[in-house]
């Protein structure tokens, strides 16, 4: 019973944690901000991605409030016909540009070199850079907002999580994890205004970033080889005496990641190596996931099955307060929690499973994404 509880009071400490990053901590941009003033860059990279693009492009044209708004488009080696959607789209639309990128160097992974390319590439006059990938579309004032934010913040860099759509039962399962993992484990406020590189967090589907700012922590060149470039990215700003935050940005913009169950599979397990680490630090996390999310409810049965109901009962609760947690962190993103959540213990066993096989794929230098190796 002892431990029973112990994993009670565990799990419920972590879900007042989320309550409390989702409903103080979590920086919301303005929905119709004023107009901003200062001249922007939006870098999209593209890889072959015709199939995608044009909603994302149409959106971009489509933002108010920034009357110096440039968009720059860098196709990346795409075969699939891509930077013809681009020109279709555009059309002679001045504010766009469209860029032949050029293969990675070695010691460069496709993604870093694609932004570094956009970065060096642009206007020397934009003073902020917003990066957005092709699955994302942008409401209408989401790029005055995100960077109206920037500037109320302080901050460096800004990362706007969008709303992930959410489709099939492998989407329900797994995408949620991102927005409650650091929902729940790392502390928002105090990565604010921590000077400490390990206390990181992005997400490169939309980042906002001061253009001074990212020149002087080295830009994308220094994360070349990261297969996590956003988040080494932000580390690298604070590495550089700069201040990063994450907001709520699922008023701001959509995001559908991924178009099936294979394709989930394989993005996750390109990444999540590198999530983690050391493989004893990644065995560590899924066992304490395991033992707080995924436990609970089998010992619930199991007490139930040996006549033990108290012992079921506060199983059953440490159960509940787990989905409670994961309800919270998705209603304060703008995710799917009902029914969902209440499947968060098979969501955990799943992501236990991708950062086993990440690992394994990794070891037999198996990981590539979109045609190119991840190492």
């Not at 899924?286 to 010992?299: E, H």
């Not at 994961?326 to 991708?354: F, I, K, M, Y």
Request: include cysteine.
């Amino acid at each position: 019973m002892t431990a029973v509880l112990a994993l009670l009071l565990g799990v419920a400490a972590l879900t007042a944690h989320t309550l409390v990053n989702a409903g103080r901590w979590l920086r919301r941009p303005a929905e119709r901000p004023a107009p901003v003033t200062e001249p922007l860059a939006v870098l999209l990279p593209l890889r072959d991605e015709a199939a995608r693009v044009t909603p994302c492009l149409r959106a971009l044209l489509a933002q108010r409030g920034v009357p110096r708004l440039r968009v720059v488009v860098l196709d990346d080696g795409s075969t699939d016909g891509t930077a013809d959607v681009v020109r279709a789209v555009a059309g002679d639309d001045p504010r766009v540009t469209l860029l032949d990128g050029v293969a990675p160097p070695p010691g460069w992974l496709g993604k870093p070199h694609a932004c570094w390319q956009l970065a060096t590439r642009a206007d020397p006059a934009a003073t902020a850079l917003v990066f957005v990938d092709a699955d994302v579309v942008l409401a209408p004032d989401a790029v005055a907002a995100a960077v109206t934010e920037l500037r109320a913040a302080r901050v460096t860099l800004l990362s706007p999580y969008p709303r992930i759509l959410v489709a099939t039962a492998a989407d329900r399962l797994v995408q949620p994890l991102l927005q409650w993992l650091w929902l729940t484990f790392l502390p928002l406020r105090a990565m604010e205004r921590s000077r400490r590189p390990s206390l990181a967090a992005a997400g490169g589907q939309f980042l906002v970033v001061d253009r001074a700012g990212y020149d002087a922590a080295g830009g994308h060149a220094v994360v070349a080889g990261k297969v996590l470039e956003d988040v080494e990215l932000a580390r690298a700003v604070k590495r550089a005496g700069g201040r990063i935050a994450l907001a709520d940005g699922s008023r701001l913009a959509a995001c559908r990641m991924y178009e099936d169950w294979p394709q989930l599979r394989d993005g996750y397990s390109k990444s999540l190596w590198a999530t983690f680490g050391n493989p004893v630090a990644a065995a560590a996390v899924v066992a304490l996931l395991l033992l707080l999310y995924t436990a609970p409810p089998l010992l619930a049965v199991v007490a139930l099955a040996a006549g033990a109901p108290a012992v079921a009962a506060a199983a059953c609760a440490a159960y509940l307060l787990g989905v409670a947690g994961r309800a919270v962190s998705a209603r304060a993103t703008g995710g799917r929690w009902w029914p969902d959540a209440l499947a968060h213990p098979v969501s955990v066993v799943v992501l236990g499973w991708l950062t086993l096989r990440s690992y394994h794929l990794r070891k037999r230098r198996r990981l590539s994404w979109r045609g190119r190796p991840v190492t």
